[in-house]
């Protein structure tokens, strides 16, 4: 493989050089800096024309605190009286709703998909205050979050399944999409607000009155 950079010219051998130098700077590296790379870029990436690209995320706007409510007051009444076989989807996308609200306390970069994974553990009772541990890129956080969500998360964690249940969180990502979406036709929020997800609750809802925020 050297013999054939070699053969490339000066501009490949040079490039050559380069990835030796990195070589002999990850063989040396000290324990306290070892970390997967996406700590190290936690956008997304792809592989273009041969070399590793990072995705710049998109901007989500956070969304007004009434229009969040109203999300939520949508997935409670389709939980509670939707149809007999789309209660528990409903129940499970408003628990994903209510864990990215409390994510969206720590202002830390956190992956939707790991969240909706989140484990039963994390989810701590026996002290003074309910305690839930969000998984973020920096380790897991620990967040106090009302007795009535814990409560919540813990009756979620409880129902039954024929897989084995280590998270939360069991129906499939596209079906508590799909639910959420059918949410967010019910109410009709304003379109100026774009399109909303559940990466929309992992920013905090302003109270800036009926339009989206956009920071500066």
């Given at each position: 493989m050297a013999k054939i950079v070699e053969e490339e010219g000066p501009r490949a051998r040079l490039e050559?050089?380069?990835?030796?130098?990195?070589?002999?700077?990850?063989?040396?590296?000290?324990?306290?800096?070892?970390?997967?790379?996406?700590?190290?870029?936690?956008?997304?990436?792809?592989?273009?024309?041969?070399?590793?690209?990072?995705?710049i995320a998109p901007e989500v706007p956070s969304i007004p605190e009434e229009v969040a409510g109203t999300v939520l007051m949508g997935l409670a009444h389709r939980c509670r009286f939707g149809r007999r076989n789309a209660q528990l989807i409903a129940a499970e996308s408003l628990g994903l709703s209510w864990l990215c609200l409390t994510a969206s306390r720590l202002r830390l970069p956190i992956h939707l998909e790991i969240l909706k994974n989140i484990k039963i553990n994390a989810l701590q009772l026996d002290g003074e205050f309910p305690i839930l541990l969000i998984p973020t890129f920096f380790g897991d956080r620990p967040i106090r979050i009302s007795s009535r969500v814990a409560k919540f998360l813990h009756a979620l964690s409880l129902i039954p399944s024929t897989k084995s249940r280590e998270t939360i969180l069991q129906s499939p990502f596209r079906s508590l999409t799909r639910t959420f979406a059918g949410v967010l036709k019910d109410i009709s929020p304003n379109p100026t607000f774009g399109n909303i997800t559940y990466v929309s609750l992992l920013s905090p809802p302003h109270h800036f009155g009926n339009h989206r925020y956009q920071t500066k």
């Open positions: 050559w050089r380069a990835l030796k130098s990195f070589l002999s700077y990850l063989r040396n590296i000290s324990l306290e800096e070892i970390a997967f790379i996406e700590q190290i870029f936690p956008q997304k990436m792809d592989v273009t024309h041969g070399r590793i690209i990072r995705k």
